[in-house]
């Protein structure tokens, strides 16, 4: 069953802002942290952003840093990336994903540590 599903993809112009959301579909992930990630054809999955499950600590990947802001609804289990100054390599199939541990106190960028996955909402940034 799916368990994850991400929204609000779309095709947008260099500069422009996205914002994603992530839902659960069927099961509560109120005590696991929650990351997004992308990939890009011919390319690895690549860590985005990951915050704990109480919201209260984040990470964000150096590449987009200072454009994209992860945050948490904790009653819905829900998580959501907004993105600014959005680029060309930005293009990708973001995904996001629960980790396997519940309650942990860091967030971690490796993804084996996630074990359920959303289908991905696809982000195109082209002129």
């Known amino acids: 069953q799916v368990h994850l599903v991400e929204s609000g993809g779309s095709t947008v112009q260099p500069g422009d802002s996205l914002r994603l959301s992530c839902a659960p579909a069927g099961r509560s992930f109120k005590y696991y942290a929650m990351a997004w990630f992308r990939q890009a054809p011919g390319k690895e999955r690549e860590f985005v952003s990951g915050?704990?499950?109480?919201?209260?600590?984040?990470r964000i990947s150096d590449s987009v840093k200072g454009r994209f802001t992860i945050s948490r609804d904790i009653a819905k289990s829900s998580i959501y990336l907004q993105m600014s100054s959005l680029r060309s390599d930005d293009t990708a199939i973001y995904s996001c994903?629960?980790?396997?541990?519940?309650?942990?106190?860091?967030?971690?960028?490796?993804?084996?540590?996630?074990?359920?996955w959303g289908q991905g909402t696809q982000v195109t940034v082209s002129s």
């Open positions: 994903a629960v980790d396997g541990q519940a309650m942990r106190e860091a967030v971690s960028t490796i993804r084996s540590f996630y074990t359920i």
């Open positions: 915050i704990t499950y109480n919201g209260r600590e984040t």
